[in-house]
Every structure is written in structure tokens, then in C-alpha cells.
């Protein structure tokens, strides 16, 4: 039995491998059973994050608390933007969102120059080079030294609208 509570523990959902039906002489209970074990089962699924990745708008099925109202849940969302040829400096790519309306959760990627991938943001780990994320309100910037020229990849931006 899953239980879909306010409290973040209470709805951490796990259905149980075995169901048990009544006998098929009772349709009303057999229809009621198995009407409850599809619900439990929608509840359940939706609360897993997805591992959906397109270059467009998505709802994660997080769940974040609103600060003005913690018995209430906001929903997560996400966008996955490509970031073409990057060169040293400051690259930028318009975002589209508008963040008066949101809160961002977290921002990553990957950059590759075809043999070596790189995290975004990549602090130097002993080398000279260095990569780093900002998004302001028009754009995502991409800052990059002189040994990621030429690389390119994707950044997932992942927010909370305000309701």
C-alpha cells in the first residue's frame, strides 16, 4: 500500500510485488481492487523522477516545497539546450524562460571535443582550464578558457515555477 501524505517520507512510494484478488464471483470488490491498484500504481510511478531529456520543456515529477506554504508542492521542471562550438570566453545561449516566474534547482552539462568530455561547471583539477555555468535573465553563459575551444555539448537547467 503506498501513501501520498504531505510529508516527504510518507510519499516515498513502493508498491508491493503481490496483489491479492477476490474470488471473480464478486466483480463489484474484483472491479474495486483492481481500480486501487491502478491508482497506487499512477501514484508511484509519477513520484519517480524521469529521465527524459528533450530540447523542450519537461516536467521532472520532482516535488519541491513551497517556502510560503510547506504542506503544498511545487512541480520540477526541466530544459536541455545544446550549446554549439564554444570558444574562449564568454558564450551565451538564450534561454527563452522567464525568470521572474521560477527558481532554478540545478544547472549541469557536458562538453566534449569528440574524445574528451568535460562537466559543466569544471573547476581547473590542477590544470589551467576552467569552465563555469551563469544564467541571467535572458541568457545561459558559458565561460571557458583557451583548452575547451572548439568543444561543444549540453546544459540542463532545471527549475520551480512560482504558483
Same mark, same amino acid.
Given at each position: 500500500?503506498?501513501?501520498?501524505?504531505? +510529508?516527504?517520507?510518507?510519499? =516515498?512510494? %513502493?508498491?508491493?510485488?503481490?496483489?491479492?484478488?477476490?474470488?471473480?464471483?464478486? &466483480?463489484?470488490?474484483?472491479?474495486? =481492487?483492481? +481500480?486501487?491498484?491502478?491508482?497506487?500504481?499512477? *501514484?508511484?510511478?509519477?513520484?519517480?523522477?524521469?529521465? /527524459?531529456?528533450?530540447?523542450?520543456? =519537461?516536467?521532472?515529477?520532482?516535488?519541491?516545497?513551497?517556502?510560503?506554504?510547506?504542506?503544498?508542492?511545487?512541480?520540477?521542471?526541466?530544459?536541455?539546450?545544446?550549446?554549439? $562550438?564554444?570558444?574562449?570566453? !564568454?558564450?551565451? %545561449?538564450?534561454?527563452?524562460?522567464? &525568470?521572474?516566474?521560477?527558481?532554478?534547482?540545478?544547472?549541469?552539462? *557536458? @562538453?566534449?571535443?569528440?574524445? +574528451?568530455? *568535460?562537466?559543466? &561547471?569544471?573547476?581547473?583539477?590542477? $590544470?589551467?582550464? #576552467? #569552465?563555469?555555468?551563469?544564467? +541571467?535573465?535572458?541568457? %545561459? /553563459? @558559458?565561460? @571557458?578558457?583557451?583548452?575547451?575551444?572548439?568543444? !561543444?555539448?549540453?546544459?540542463?537547467?532545471?527549475? *520551480?515555477?512560482?504558483?
Amino acid at each position: 500500500m503506498s501513501t501520498t501524505g504531505t +510529508n516527504a517520507t510518507a510519499r =516515498v512510494g %513502493i508498491l508491493p510485488p503481490d496483489i491479492y484478488l477476490p474470488k471473480l464471483d464478486e &466483480p463489484e470488490l474484483f472491479h474495486e =481492487v483492481i +481500480n486501487e491498484r491502478e491508482r497506487e500504481t499512477g *501514484v508511484i510511478l509519477n513520484q519517480k523522477e524521469n529521465g /527524459v531529456y528533450p530540447l523542450m520543456e =519537461v516536467l521532472t515529477s520532482q516535488l519541491w516545497f513551497k517556502s510560503d506554504d510547506p504542506q503544498r508542492d511545487r512541480d520540477g521542471f526541466r530544459t536541455v539546450y545544446e550549446t554549439g $562550438t564554444l570558444s574562449t570566453g !564568454s558564450n551565451t %545561449i538564450a534561454h527563452g524562460l522567464e &525568470p521572474s516566474t521560477f527558481t532554478f534547482t540545478n544547472m549541469f552539462g *557536458v @562538453i566534449t571535443d569528440g574524445t +574528451n568530455h *568535460v562537466p559543466l &561547471p569544471n573547476g581547473d583539477g590542477g $590544470t589551467t582550464d #576552467s #569552465s563555469n555555468i551563469l544564467v +541571467n535573465a535572458t541568457d %545561459i /553563459v @558559458i565561460n @571557458i578558457t583557451a583548452g575547451y575551444n572548439n568543444y !561543444s555539448g549540453q546544459i540542463v537547467l532545471e527549475y *520551480v515555477k512560482f504558483q
